[in-house]
T-cell receptor, first 111, second 114 residues
């Protein structure tokens, strides 16, 4: 079964706007990772946040983690057409050294 | 640095036939993973190797799927016999070690079972 659930399932915004995607999970984790998947570059790791971290930045990406609510969010600022892709959160559950992926959010950036 | 290589990229077979996929991970990566990704879903882990040993195959349908990682480097995933529901993209990934490391994915093999 899927550990993480992304919300929304699909998101369409104008280029230059910010995009926010959310991920909820069920059990305690060691870390949470976000991945991007598009037809051109396949599945690519974006950012990893550990369970003792609350926020992390990487370029135009900002990830937050709230372990009390078992949720995370990914913010992409100043979106570009090249950001069009599916975004997945994946969790490493405590006691299990493997990634469990959610269903993903399909993001479309309109020019 | 060369990425994770997979072949073939595409495969079309009839149900009950067999098929094999090959993966070459990033050099020096101890952990290798095979995932199944059905259209519209996230990847699902099938099997995880640490060097040449299996550490997790709990979601591998062992009556028809098998995988090996000889010498702790390349890996093959086999399906025999294939079913219609096996149509999916099969992704291979590798990481430096287990757990809290990012995974690097190959381009995948798109399997269509007719």
């Amino acid at each position: 079964s899927q550990q993480g659930e992304e919300d929304p399932q699909a998101l369409s915004i104008q280029e230059g706007e910010n995009a926010t995607m959310n991920c909820s999970y069920k059990t305690s984790i060691n870390n949470l990772q976000w991945y991007r998947q598009n037809s051109g570059r396949g599945l690519v790791h974006l950012i990893l946040i550990r369970s003792n971290e609350r926020e992390k930045h990487s370029g135009r990406l900002r990830v937050t983690l709230d372990t009390s609510k078992k949720s995370s969010s990914l913010l992409i600022t100043a979106s570009r057409a090249a950001d069009t892709a599916s975004y997945f959160c994946a969790t490493v559950i405590q006691g299990a050294q493997k990634l469990v992926f959610g269903q993903g959010t399909r993001l479309t950036i309109n020019p | 640095e060369a990425g994770v290589a997979q072949s073939p990229r595409y495969k079309i077979i009839e149900k009950r036939q067999s098929v094999a996929f090959w993966c070459n991970p990033i050099s020096g990566h101890a952990t290798l993973y095979w995932y199944q990704q059905i259209l519209g879903q996230g990847p699902k882990l099938l099997i995880q190797f640490q060097n040449n040993g299996v550490v997790d195959d709990s979601q591998l349908p062992k009556d028809r799927f098998s995988a090996e990682r000889l010498k702790g480097v390349d890996s093959t995933l086999k399906i025999q016999p294939a079913k219609l529901e096996d149509s999916a993209v099969y992704l291979c990934a590798s990481s430096l070690d287990r757990g809290s490391y990012e995974q690097y994915f190959g381009p995948g093999t798109r399997l269509t079972v007719t």
